[in-house]
């Protein structure tokens, strides 16, 4: 048996690993349409919400688009927050066009810059590969990210999207990089792990509250721990 190619590239999710939404910007939304919410609970209740979106019937049915929805109904829900749908309305559209033009997953989390930092010091290339809708370069330059990776892939960009292998493929042939050198970092199972399994990169489920401890593959509770474990112990 031939030893394993050696790790050389990260394929990494933005949301959910690298930035959050700014709930603090959705609450506000919020309650100027005359919803009672807040920030704090907000970001307590996404994990839970997207725990509830992370099966393969859900997945296979949806884009990225048609999806966001029953994401922030189930966000709202877990928040135990129930509201009029007229109330609702305003903050939506207040909340896409800021989307549109800006992308509200504008939180940097906690320890990602130094996370980042640290792998390319232990000279692996980084690569995000993201479902997003055209704004994700633009959103990284304002949030001094972007000079912290070698390729951003964003799917709106090249017209497919995870879990659909092609994105991943072509991140492979952009980054000029084997399969067997890259693991990829998400935060959903069945569009991250899966996906990057049918394009045969290996995969790793950022897992902040320890909800998935049955799915089949390695966990981590953010990019930090990740960034804290040497090189050879990634996959």
Same mark, same amino acid.
């Given at each position: 048996?031939?030893?394993?190619?050696?790790?050389?590239?990260?394929?990494?999710?933005?949301?959910?690993?690298?930035?959050?939404?700014?709930?603090?910007?959705?609450?506000?939304?919020?309650?100027?349409?005359?919803?009672?919410?807040?920030?704090?609970?907000?970001?307590?209740?996404?994990?839970?919400?997207?725990?509830?979106?992370?099966?393969?019937?859900?997945? @296979?049915?949806?884009?990225?688009?048609?999806?966001?929805?029953?994401?922030?109904?189930?966000?709202?829900?877990?928040?135990?927050?129930?509201?009029?749908?007229?109330?609702?309305?305003?903050?939506? &559209?207040?909340?896409?066009?800021? $989307?549109?033009?800006?992308?509200?997953?504008? &939180?940097?989390?906690?320890?990602?810059?130094?996370?980042?930092?640290?792998?390319?010091?232990i000279g692996?290339?980084?690569?995000?590969?993201?479902?997003?809708?055209?704004?994700?370069?633009?959103?990284?330059r304002r949030?001094?990210?972007?000079?912290?990776?070698d390729l951003?892939?964003?799917?709106?960009?090249?017209?497919?999207?995870?879990?659909?292998?092609?994105?991943?493929?072509?991140?492979?042939?952009?980054?000029?990089?084997?399969?067997?050198?890259?693991?990829?970092?998400?935060?959903?199972?069945?569009?991250?792990?899966?996906?990057?399994?049918?394009?045969?990169?290996?995969?790793?489920?950022?897992?902040?509250?320890?909800? $998935?401890?049955? @799915?089949?593959?390695?966990?981590?509770?953010?990019?930090?721990?990740?960034?804290?474990?040497?090189?050879?112990?990634?996959?």
């Amino acid at each position: 048996m031939s030893p394993p190619s050696p790790l050389t590239t990260l394929f990494l999710d933005a949301g959910g690993v690298l930035v959050n939404p700014n709930w603090h910007r959705v609450a506000a939304a919020l309650q100027r349409n005359g919803v009672a919410a807040d920030a704090t609970r907000l970001a307590a209740a996404e994990p839970l919400a997207k725990l509830e979106l992370d099966v393969p019937a859900q997945i @296979r049915a949806t884009d990225d688009r048609s999806r966001s929805g029953l994401y922030w109904e189930l966000v709202l829900r877990n928040a135990g927050i129930d509201a009029a749908p007229e109330l609702l309305a305003g903050a939506w &559209t207040e909340l896409e066009d800021y $989307h549109r033009h800006f992308n509200l997953w504008e &939180t940097v989390i906690d320890g990602v810059p130094a996370a980042l930092d640290r792998l390319r010091e232990i000279g692996l290339k980084l690569v995000v590969v993201s479902n997003s809708n055209g704004t994700l370069r633009e959103k990284f330059r304002r949030l001094d990210l972007e000079r912290r990776f070698d390729l951003v892939i964003d799917s709106h960009e090249v017209g497919v999207e995870k879990p659909d292998r092609r994105i991943f493929e072509i991140a492979l042939e952009r980054a000029r990089v084997r399969r067997q050198e890259v693991v990829h970092v998400g935060d959903f199972f069945e569009i991250d792990v899966v996906g990057a399994r049918a394009a045969g990169i290996g995969a790793v489920l950022v897992d902040p509250m320890g909800l $998935h401890a049955a @799915r089949d593959c390695r966990r981590v509770e953010s990019l930090a721990e990740l960034a804290a474990t040497a090189r050879d112990r990634l996959r």
